[in-house]
């Protein structure tokens, strides 16, 4: 049982780590820019289907890999200038329906181009099997270099937005964007590269997940509510918020959907005990939402509004 | 002088309809064509068509539209259908929650429903109605096969898994209802869940001697990738949703030797099912999958039954359906006196052709097997 319950802990954090590759470049351009954009997860399933498509292509999953950050951060720079720049002084409601329509134009392009059925993804040659944990279990190799990729990543991106000049126009921009204008910082262009960048972890993170999953137009709306959680959770615009808010929701999900059917099984017969739990851990991560919320209406580490 | 040609074609049209007995059919196909079911319905979809192409009836008439998977469309479609477009008869219909939505006011309202795959439970028992027909099985069938098949394979501690949906829960328990060894785990998961990280690690821990899922479409693509990366090798036991045609591409070598029941594979041995397989090829270019069958046996039935009599005489046309006087892909049809089919259910086993994964028979799980439910129908 202790063993099961570390495995656990670890799949807990791989989910949480590849939430947090969604999460912060939804909350990266919410924060910057203040639009709210429901095609984050469109940006995903370009990274997948162009991971998917090259690798077959190819047969390299790395050369995959570098094109579904190309797919996704060209995809997502493409998208900013000709849409989404038209939205920064329209109220969230236009965004929120321009950003949907753009869901129903992605989710048809890539069934026109890739038809409607899954396509396959595997994972590399050399990252297949199990390694034995410390603790004596069998954990798949791939999720564990899935968490190391992940953290590489967030360290990156909080080097990046704290010790680089990009990284000081961006918090610059999220603080007041009227006076960098003024300073002489081309602001078009920050916009741009900051939607670019949150697009790019986005296909990333769809890379990653499509090995382990299915690569199929539809693919981004499940993971976008999951991040529009996490970021709600952690505080709107923050990137530190954003890292503890998908690893709060990654244990929550996962610790829940194991021990509360085991929590009930202890007064309940095993069959009721599997039904109530599983339909209470699926609720779990919104009453944990709905528990932050109600404390810190900002967020975790939100500015109070 | 166009309005004229076509009043003389159309009295012309009227004299040999009058000659042949036999009125135009019009048939609503709803089904899924867009977001994450649709490879399905265009699977359903396709196997319907060719055999209309096949038979190239001019009295039949079929129009299609796509319900997107939800069921306040798919009720919308049902009406406009009905009310507009003045069909006899519906079909195509994946997902149980939909047909729930549809059938039973569909067939309140006098009009045949044919159903291409949902069949769920409350439709076969005290819900059954005589212009209800189900073509595919009764949703529980193919997870009582798994479990007879289970059992017969001396397997003695199953772990069970499905969504947590109506369907999941009779997928369990049809499973349960014909396995006679121990349940080690039982377990729910989301509907539409993507990683089953969790699921594994307590199927790893169970103790168990095989694991039971019914996971269709992209939530079995998942697990099946995710299982085979875990090092878990447990034998798999499956219904044919959670390894059909459509996904298998998708899993890749995952899949091979996973056992799984259907009511139909690509190697039935007969002319029917060898013709149908080779056409649908030449026609499509991939593989039909098990829903493609189903399509193309409900459009071979009401082609029978239009054979037989004229759609606006019920009685008789109701009775040239239930007599199922048609080729089936699966060699015999008949149907119980629920009109749900009573039929044998292979034990199929993921194989590669060269390079395509698909299924093989490799024995019988149940022989003319009729469902739970039939009992409970007074018709």
């Known amino acids: ?305 | 002088m166009k309005g004229i040609k076509t009043t003389i074609a159309a009295v012309a049209a009227l004299f040999v309809a009058g000659a042949a007995q036999a009125d135009p059919v019009k048939v609503g196909m709803i089904t899924t064509l867009s977001g994450g079911g649709a490879s399905l319905g265009i699977d359903a979809r396709d196997g319907f068509m060719l055999a209309v192409k096949q038979a190239n009836n001019p009295d039949l008439e079929v129009v299609i539209e796509d319900d997107q998977r939800k069921p306040d469309v798919a009720v919308q479609l049902a009406d406009k259908m009905i009310q507009q477009e003045k069909v006899d008869v519906l079909t195509g219909i994946i997902w149980s929650n939909l047909a729930m939505a549809v059938v039973p006011s569909a067939v309140a309202q006098d009009k045949f429903y044919l159903s291409v795959n949902a069949a769920p439970s409350q439709l076969a028992g005290k819900g059954c109605n005589a212009n209800y027909f189900s073509i595919s099985y009764q949703n529980d069938n193919l997870h009582e096969a798994a479990g007879g098949y289970a059992s017969s394979a001396g397997y003695e501690n199953a772990f069970i898994l499905a969504p947590n949906y109506p369907a999941g829960k009779d997928s369990l328990a049809g499973f349960k209802r014909f396995f006679m060894g121990e349940i080690s785990g039982e377990v729910y998961t989301k509907l539409g869940q993507t990683d089953y990280a969790a699921e594994i690690a307590e199927i790893r821990a169970s103790g168990a001697d095989s694991v039971f899922f019914f996971l269709p479409g992209g939530m079995g693509i998942a697990f099946m990738k995710q299982y085979a990366q875990s090092g878990v090798d447990i034998p798999l036991i499956g219904p044919a949703f959670s390894m059909d045609q459509g996904i298998l591409g998708a899993v890749g070598d995952a899949a091979l030797g996973v056992k799984n029941t259907a009511n139909w594979s690509k190697d039935i041995d007969n002319a029917t099912n060898k013709a149908f397989v080779e056409t649908f090829q030449a026609e499509y270019g991939r593989l039909p999958s098990i829903y493609a069958s189903y399509g193309f046996d409900t459009a071979n039935l009401l082609l029978s039954a239009m054979d037989k009599a004229n759609v606006s005489d019920k009685e008789a046309f109701r009775d040239a359906l239930r007599a199922a006087d048609f080729n089936s892909v699966r060699g015999k049809f008949v149907f119980g006196p629920n009109q749900h089919p009573v039929q044998d259910i292979y034990v199929r086993e993921v194989i590669k052709e060269g390079d395509v994964l698909t299924n093989k028979i490799v024995g019988v799980a149940l022989k003319d097997h009729a469902d739970a439910y039939a009992s409970d129908c007074s018709m």
């Not at chain 1, 498509?53 to 190819?58: I, S």
């Not at chain 1, 944990?133 to 990729?149: D, K, N, T």
């Not at chain 1, 972890?201 to 981004?220: E, I, K, R």
């Open chain 1, 1 to 305: 049982m202790f063993t099961l319950f570390l495995e656990q802990l670890l799949n807990g954090l791989q989910s949480g780590v590849m939430l947090f590759l969604m999460a912060s470049g939804l909350t990266l351009v919410f924060g910057v820019m203040g639009l709210i954009n429901l095609a984050h997860g469109s940006l995903y399933m370009v990274g997948a289907f162009a991971c998917a498509a090259v690798a077959a292509w190819t047969g390299s999953f790395w050369l995959g890999l570098v094109a579904s950050l190309m797919a996704a951060a060209i995809a997502g720079a493409l998208v900013e200038i000709l849409i989404i720049r038209r939205l920064y002084n329209r109220d969230h409601l236009d965004q929120v329906l321009a950003t949907f329509a753009l869901i129903l134009i992605f989710s048809e392009g890539t069934r026109w181009i890739f038809g409607s059925f899954p396509l396959f993804l595997s994972v590399p040659e050399f990252l297949t099997g199990t390694v034995m944990m410390p603790g004596e279990f069998q954990y798949p190799l791939f999720r564990l270099a899935i968490i190391i990729a992940g953290f590489v990543v967030a360290v990156g991106l909080f080097l990046l937005i704290g010790k680089t000049r990009l990284g000081i126009r961006i918090r610059a921009g999220e603080a007041d964007r009227g006076m960098i204008a003024a300073l002489g910082v081309d602001i078009d262009r920050l916009y741009t590269i900051v939607f670019a960048l949150g697009a790019a972890l986005a296909g990333l993170a769809g890379a990653f997940v499509g090995t382990t999953q299915s690569v199929q137009v539809g693919m981004g709306e499940p993971v976008l509510i999951l991040a529009f959680v996490v970021i709600v959770i952690g505080g709107i615009g923050s990137i530190k918020g954003a890292l503890i808010g998908s690893l709060l929701v990654g244990f929550t999900d996962t610790m829940g959907r194991f021990l509360l059917p085991h929590a009930f099984a202890t007064f309940l017969d095993p069959a009721s005990a599997t039904a109530i739990g599983s339909a209470l851990a699926s609720m779990l991560i919104y009453i944990v939402m709905a528990l932050v919320l109600f404390l810190r209406p900002s967020g975790l580490f939100g500015t109070e509004a």
